[in-house]
Each structure stands twice: as C-alpha cells, then as structure tokens.
C-alpha cells in the first residue's frame, strides 16, 4: 500500500491534503490488519469460548464496524449516508450497543446486603442509653452527693 505523489491513473492532487491522504492510507492499513485477525479464526471457534453475553458484544461491533464501513463507501461515492438507510441501521445497532452495555453494568453493579444495610443504619442512628451516658452519669453523681 504504498503512495505515491500520484495515483495509478495519473491524476495529481492538491499537496495540502497529502498528509491526510497519508493518514487515510495508514487507517485503511490498519482496518486491512485487523479484518485479516478476525478472518483467521472461524466464527463458530470465536463463538465456543464466548458467553452470550460477550458472543451479543461481538456481533453488535462485527455490524457497527461493516455499516460504518459502508457509510464511509457511500460518502466516497458521493452519496450522501445522512440520508441513506445506513443511517437508521447505525442508530439501530447503536441503541442494542447502549442495551448490552446496562446489562453490562447492571451485573457489575454490586448487589446489596439488606442485613448488612439495616445493621449500618441502625448502628449510625445509635444513641446512647441515657444510664451509659458520661453526662448523665456525671450528673446523677452529682444528686447523689448533694443529697
């Protein structure tokens, strides 16, 4: 994948936009690298040793990845992706992502010790009795003494 100052049919472009072009390259170059990571292991390998949970993850960022992909084939085509059905298609998959993503959270979320909370509260709100109170002590002392 190399560049050159030219593309294969001889049309020059503009040099202002060589490093972006340059960094385009490099972005497809890693897109290129991964697709080829995941194309070398079977789907159904990948699957076995996946819980559902992370087989629904990995299925949601396979559509995203191939629709974002399309939606960018689109705008080099002068097509605007805006207005095409990709758009709702991302919107679909992305509300899915935000769904796993708190169920995610709901099973990392620790679970509350109703025993333990009502300990904790109860013990925070303690008072002491008024015969183990230094103050009434000192005071009922005092009566004693003057009595």
Same mark, same amino acid.
């Given at each position: !994948?190399?560049?050159?100052?030219?593309?294969?049919?001889?049309?020059?472009?503009?040099? /202002?936009?060589?490093?972006?072009?340059?960094?385009?390259?490099?972005?497809?170059?890693?897109?290129?690298?991964?697709?080829?990571? !995941?194309?070398?292991?079977?789907?159904? /390998?990948?699957?076995?040793?996946?819980?559902?949970?992370? =087989?629904?993850?990995?299925?949601?960022?396979?559509?995203?990845?191939?629709?974002?992909?399309?939606?960018?084939?689109?705008?080099? =085509?002068?097509?605007? $992706?805006?207005?095409?059905?990709? @758009? =709702?298609?991302? /919107?679909?998959?992305?509300?899915? !992502? #935000?769904?796993?993503?708190?169920?995610?959270?709901? @099973?990392?979320?620790?679970?509350?010790?109703?025993?333990?909370?009502?300990?904790?509260?109860?013990?925070?709100?303690? /008072?002491?009795?008024?015969? #183990?109170? $230094? @103050?009434?002590?000192?005071?009922?002392?005092? &009566?004693? &003494?003057?009595?």
């Amino acid at each position: !994948m190399e560049m050159a100052e030219e593309d294969n049919s001889g049309e020059e472009y503009p040099n /202002e936009i060589h490093d972006y072009l340059s960094a385009f390259e490099k972005s497809l170059g890693s897109v290129d690298d991964m697709l080829k990571t !995941m194309m070398s292991v079977s789907r159904s /390998e990948l699957l076995e040793k996946l819980d559902p949970l992370e =087989q629904a993850k990995l299925d949601l960022v396979s559509a995203y990845t191939l629709n974002s992909m399309f939606w960018v084939y689109l705008a080099t =085509q002068g097509i605007n $992706p805006k207005e095409h059905p990709v @758009k =709702q298609e991302l /919107e679909r998959i992305r509300t899915y !992502m #935000n769904r796993v993503k708190e169920i995610t959270d709901k @099973k990392m979320a620790s679970k509350l010790d109703k025993g333990a909370a009502a300990r904790f509260v109860r013990n925070a709100l303690w /008072e002491p009795k008024p015969e #183990n109170n $230094p @103050k009434v002590k000192a005071a009922k002392a005092k &009566k004693r &003494k003057t009595n």
